[in-house]
Every structure is written in structure tokens, then in C-alpha cells.
């Protein structure tokens, strides 16, 4: 009897020692799972809109401007994507992103919060200008439109690199920031950094 109390206690110790590390895995394999989804989603939806409008590259992309961020989302993204809350430029349907006006919001059918944004490079010719900041190399666009999403919505942690990651469209198609990082150095700064979490991305999309 006192042998198997024994055991039982082994087992109870182990477990208790090996269940936080298993319940962590299984939710961050949750989370990556639907990154990947988010990812093939936009991706598709990029597809479809130059199928209709042609290359990114000829799009009528314009940082700062509002009605070139409207004119975008409502006829070249919003048709291609399953939409069940739109919220405009306001924060409602990303509440953790401060509103400005060249932002559009809004909620997709599997949950998952959206940010729509157009970025520049200052006109910086400089094709590896955004490689520093984040980790992608190779973009000669100077307009450039990014896609913030958090994977599974109002739960929580709702922090950048945990549960929310960025995209950018550039010639190069749809690249998730940290893509010309290697591994090593991803993988250091995502668990280590949180300044960095934007770089995490790429990490991220295939670590499983």
C-alpha cells in the first residue's frame, strides 16, 4: 500500500510539473493554427482582387489619405473576404489600436479581428529600408498595405506576438513581417523581447 502511495505521489508531482508546459503548447498550437488560416485567408482575398484589378503594384495606394484607404477596402478587399462587423476607421472592432483615420477595422466570420492600414517608406529607395524594423528585405513599393489581425479575437492575452501578428503586401505578395530573419534570431526575440513582437510573425506562422 505504502508502495503504490508512493507512486501516486510520483505520478501526482510529475503531472503537476508537466501539465502547465502541455496546457501552454495545446493553446499556442491553437494560436498558430489560426494564423495560418488568417494568412490563407488574406492571401486569397489579395489573389481575387488582383484577378479583377491587376497587380498591387498598379493599385491606388496612398498612406494618409483617407479616401484611398476607403476606396481599397471597399472594392478591392471587402468583397473577398467574409465580413460580419465593420467598423470603419474607429477602434470598435480592434479596441487595443488607437483610431486614426487612414485605419479600417472589422470583425471576420471566424472571430478574428482585423486592422486594415497603408504604410510608406518616406519614399526611400532603399529596397531593404524596412529590413531594421521589421525584418523584411526587398520591397521596392513605397506604399504598402498591411493587415494587423488578433487570431482569436476578444480573448485574451491580446498582445503583439502572442495572439497578434502583421502582414504586409508588398510586390514580393503577402509577407508576414519577420520573413527575412533567420530563425535564430526570431525565435530570441519573440520569447525575450516584447518590443520586437512585431517581428514574430513569420516565427510564428511556421513553428508548427
Known amino acids: 500500500m505504502a508502495e503504490v502511495l508512493i507512486t501516486l505521489g ?25 494564423l495560418k488560416k488568417s494568412y490563407s485567408i488574406f492571401a486569397q482575398c489579395i489573389k481575387m482582387a488582383e484577378v479583377e484589378y491587376g497587380e498591387v503594384s498598379g493599385w491606388p495606394i496612398q498612406d494618409g489619405n483617407l479616401d484611398s484607404t476607403r476606396n481599397i477596402y471597399l472594392n478591392y478587399l471587402k468583397p473577398n473576404l467574409n465580413i460580419i462587423n465593420d ?36 519614399g526611400n529607395n532603399d529596397p531593404d529600408y524596412l529590413y531594421f524594423s521589421y525584418g523584411v528585405k526587398n520591397v521596392t513599393l513605397d506604399q504598402l498595405i498591411t493587415f494587423t489581425v488578433d487570431v482569436n479575437g476578444n480573448k485574451k492575452p491580446n498582445v503583439s506576438g502572442k495572439d497578434i501578428f502583421t502582414f504586409i503586401l508588398t510586390q514580393r505578395g503577402l509577407i508576414p513581417l519577420g520573413a527575412d530573419l533567420d530563425e535564430g534570431t526570431t525565435r530570441n526575440r519573440c520569447q525575450k523581447n516584447i518590443t520586437s513582437a512585431n517581428w514574430c510573425t513569420a516565427y510564428m506562422l511556421n513553428k508548427y
Open 10 to 34: 510520483i505520478i501526482g508531482v510529475v503531472a503537476a510539473m508537466t501539465m502547465p508546459s502541455l496546457i501552454a503548447n495545446y493553446k499556442e498550437r491553437v494560436i498558430v493554427t489560426q
Open 87 to 122: 467598423c470603419e476607421n474607429s477602434s470598435d472592432c480592434f479596441s487595443i489600436v488607437q483610431t486614426a483615420t487612414a485605419y479600417y477595422t472589422f470583425t471576420l466570420n471566424d472571430g478574428s479581428k482585423v486592422m486594415f492600414d497603408i504604410w510608406n517608406k518616406g
